[in-house]
């Protein structure tokens, strides 16, 4: 199946610094990716929806000035957490869905998830 | 408002046995319903994926069932292993949603014992 690869799986980082977090569709292109974040023993939050060369859409409550998204080409998308704070520590996600979807959508392949630590 | 809602929210399990997740959800104009497994740590991994037309579609020991008009559908999992501890999501979509966005539900939590 489609495979999407996150990089990196963890990441620790001083609280003020930013954090990028990669995510690629290894064997498909995909205008469309989307970050999810989520908080222990909870469910995927969406946080926004990545554009292929066009600004991304986002979830309302999520400031896109602190996350910034870039989807530079049609098999990568990044995540930057900006000027990280212990509240932003969770578990990122990211999905793609191969082309094609027509009315009744195909599969999302999710990544694997990065870890982020903000100590 | 589209919502999915899942149960029980956890349960336990003893190696061998069976066990039903439900889902309920409210999304509309309904496309597909999916379930995924969520290991600790890691991201979702799909089991399967149901359009309106299909009622039953196996995995392996996974069997997920799907009524449309009751707007329904469970998972079940046949011989219960050590492996399958983890979380179970399902995830619902609707027709032409922009850019496929998914309505999650808040996933149950399974945990088998040996």
């Known amino acids: 199946g489609a495979v999407v690869s996150q990089h990196p799986s963890w990441v620790i980082c001083k609280s003020g610094t930013s954090v990028k977090i990669e995510c690629r569709s290894l064997?498909?292109?995909?205008?469309?990716m989307f970050w999810y974040r989520q908080f222990p023993k909870q469910s995927l939050m969406l946080m926004a929806t990545?554009?292929?060369?066009?600004?991304?859409?986002?979830e309302q409550g999520v400031e896109k000035d602190k996350f910034l998204i870039n989807h530079a080409s049609l098999t990568l998308s990044t995540l930057t957490v900006t000027s990280a704070h212990p509240e932003d520590s969770s578990f990122y996600i990211c999905?793609?869905?191969?082309?094609?979807?027509?009315?009744?959508?195909?599969?999302?392949?999710f990544g694997q998830g990065t870890r982020l630590t903000v100590v | 408002k589209n919502q999915v809602e899942q149960s029980p929210q956890s349960l336990i399990i003893l190696e061998g046995k069976n066990c039903t997740l439900q889902?309920?959800?409210?999304?509309?104009?309904?496309?597909?319903l999916r379930w995924y497994k969520q290991d600790t740590g890691r991201g979702p991994v799909s089991l399967t994926i149901?359009?309106?037309?299909?009622n039953t579609k196996s995995n392996g020991r996974y069997t997920a069932t799907l009524d449309a008009d009751t707007k329904q559908s469970s998972l079940h999992i046949t011989a219960s292993q050590l492996s399958d501890s983890a979380s179970y999501i399902c995830?619902?979509?609707?027709?032409?949603?922009?850019?496929?966005?998914?309505?999650f539900g808040g996933g149950t939590r399974v945990l088998v014992k040996p």
């Open positions: 999905s793609a869905t191969p082309p094609g979807a027509g009315n009744w959508g195909t599969e999302a392949f």
């Open positions: 149901m359009t309106f037309s299909e």
């Open positions: 064997d498909f292109q995909a205008t469309t």
């Open positions: 990545s554009n292929e060369g066009s600004k991304a859409t986002y």
């Open positions: 889902c309920n959800y409210t999304v509309s104009p309904f496309s597909n």
């Open positions: 995830v619902v979509s609707a027709i032409k949603a922009a850019g496929n966005k998914l309505t």
